[in-house]
């Protein structure tokens, strides 16, 4: 079981940023990345460029960027130099989009629109030429081979990610019909593309944080465990394992959701922007179960053997925890000897 630190810092508070990334290196995780939301946390590629000068070992990328904010050859030019400064160990997520699109007043990519992205880095990274949008377009100044990861998070999502990436961070959740189905679309995807599933780099996402009790936890990150709620909602129900009394309530957070208070953190007096509505639609256990690692370290070595028993590797947290540092001493010393 490897572990990685995904999304949810702030690359603009810059010293603790890089003790954040070192620490996490130095615990033995085996990925730090960030998010791409420049309206809430700085810009990107800065923060990747901290995270490769403060690790020596973690890869590091994009959990995730998306198609619309950048043209291809910038993100190319991006990632190719936090890779050269990092030595190698780089890699470029990409998703429809999130918080970083709708922010912005814009739409999240389609999947076609994803996949010819992809399918244009990729050709950029490989020969410095690609048609993208009717167009010629180069890239000349790299050659290095640099993985693409997908975040995604139902099923047309599972089949591109099949067909084309190099890795995936799996958005489904944790029930264990969703985590049979989401391996056998990702196989069979891969399949009808003559690949193999052994060929993607497999790891599963969770919201997470320690807390006194599941309960308590919960209390830490109620936005964040909202923001993959409104993610579920999206587009169809079918597919995605969704009980027909669970659907009705998911459209309503994803019609009440706020993205400038994506993954805010509680604080006294502040007025919290989606977090009512977690008990408000009653979503709290059903989200929880489906989507988080909560509540003490015994809970954490409880839930993370039970998960690797039903398939699950490599697990990568989501950094919206209140005290990361605090969060990651408590893996090093208490979760990961016991695992």
Sequence with gaps: MKFALGHGFKPKQFQDYMA???????????????????????DHFVGLTLVAQST???????????????????????????NEIAGGRAFLGLSSGDSGVYNLGLKPATQAHLEHYILTIKSLLATGEAEYQGKT?????????????????GPKGLRLA?????????????????????????????????????????WWHARTTFGPSRDEAIDLIPSGILGIGNRLARFQQEGKFIPDEIWPRLQELKRRYDFMGHHELPAPGKDM???????????????????TIVGTPDDFIRRIKALEAMGVKNIAFAGLMPDKHAFLRTMRDEVMPAL
């Design 20 to 42: 954040i990334s070192r620490e996490a290196d130095e615990a033995g995780f085996a990925m730090v990345m960030t998010g791409d939301s420049p309206a809430l946390g700085g």
């Design 56 to 82: 020596r070992n973690a890869r590091i990328g994009s959990y995730v960027s998306n198609p619309m904010t950048r043209h291809p050859v910038v993100a190319c030019a991006a990632i190719s130099s936090v």
């Design 137 to 153: 377009v180069h890239f000349g100044w790299s050659r290095t081979p640099i993985p693409i990861y997908m975040a995604p998070g």
């Design 162 to 202: 099949g067909r084309v990436a190099d890795g995936v961070f799996l958005e489904t959740g944790f029930v264990p019909e969703v985590i049979e189905d989401t391996i056998k679309q990702l196989s069979d995807a891969a399949a009808e593309a003559g690949r193999s599933i052994d060929d993607i780099d497999i």
């Design 273 to 291: 922007k989606n977090a009512n509505m977690l008990d408000e639609l009653g979503l709290r256990d059903y989200l929880a179960e489906r989507f």
